[in-house]
């Protein structure tokens, strides 16, 4: 059983478009975040939800919108698509959020063009 | 990040030892991770090691933590090819809910 599972996991859109990327956690998780990987492979957190209350919300455009309908599900809804979001998108969960291991899904591979 | 290095590259002949460096800045740091990602994979924690804590083993995995020059190591023994993957270290604060700063990634490619 996939432990954080996440849909699409390629995605291609034009620039301008909105899109959602969706996430489920099925560990019983009570905190599930959004990093965004650039292509250098550098990682950021991005958003940050615990039992479905927003937590960390860094330094984000905000035509990111995270939203997490329950506490296994956090989706994340991009709006007017740019170039520079052009990135691997990994949702993760921890058991709580302060000291817990994070685990991570497979990622959504986003190319806008 | 800005605050967690790493280097960016290790090649390493297989059955050697792997060793991989870190440096982060913040003392706050309460517990230091290991992160494993290979290609089009997500991320795999591989182990963690709390900062009142120097040493922590795990089968074929050594981690080393030097608190007072913010230096931690992963060793990795007997490298095999399926350890070629990029290996990330993160720091995370018990007072920041879970906000994790990673480094940039070592790649590390074994080689028969």
């Known amino acids: 059983d996939t432990a954080v599972s996440q849909t699409p996991k390629y995605l291609v859109t034009q620039m301008g478009n909105d899109k959602s990327i969706k996430c489920e956690q099925n560990l019983g998780h009570d905190t599930m975040y959004w990093y965004k990987q650039d292509s250098k492979k550098f990682l950021k957190i991005m958003f940050s939800?615990?039992?479905?209350?927003?937590?960390i919300n860094e330094t984000v455009p905000n035509r990111f919108s995270p939203k997490s309908p329950d506490k296994a599900h956090l989706n994340l809804h991009i709006n007017s698509l740019e170039l520079g979001d052009s990135a691997v998108y990994f949702c993760?969960?921890?058991?709580?959020?302060?000291?817990?291991?994070?685990?991570f899904g497979p990622g959504t591979r986003l190319l806008v063009l | 990040g800005e605050d967690v290095e790493q280097s960016l590259f290790l090649s390493v002949r297989e059955g050697d030892s792997s060793v991989i460096n870190c440096t982060y800045t913040?003392?706050?740091?309460?517990?230091l991770y290991w992160y494993k990602q290979e290609p089009g994979a997500g991320l795999q924690l591989l182990t963690y090691?709390?900062?009142?804590?120097d040493m922590k083993q795990d089968q074929r995995l050594t981690v080393l933590l030097n608190k007072k020059d913010k230096h931690l190591s992963l060793r990795i023994a007997d490298t095999q090819t399926g350890d070629s993957a990029i290996y990330f270290c993160a720091e995370g604060q018990t007072d920041s809910w879970g906000k994790l700063q990673f480094g940039a990634g070592t790649q590390v490619v074994v080689t028969p």
């Open positions: 913040d003392s706050s740091s309460t517990y």
């Open positions: 939800y615990n039992n479905k209350e927003l937590i």
């Open positions: 090691i709390f900062s009142n804590m």
């Open positions: 993760a969960s921890s058991r709580e959020g302060r000291w817990e291991t994070q685990y």
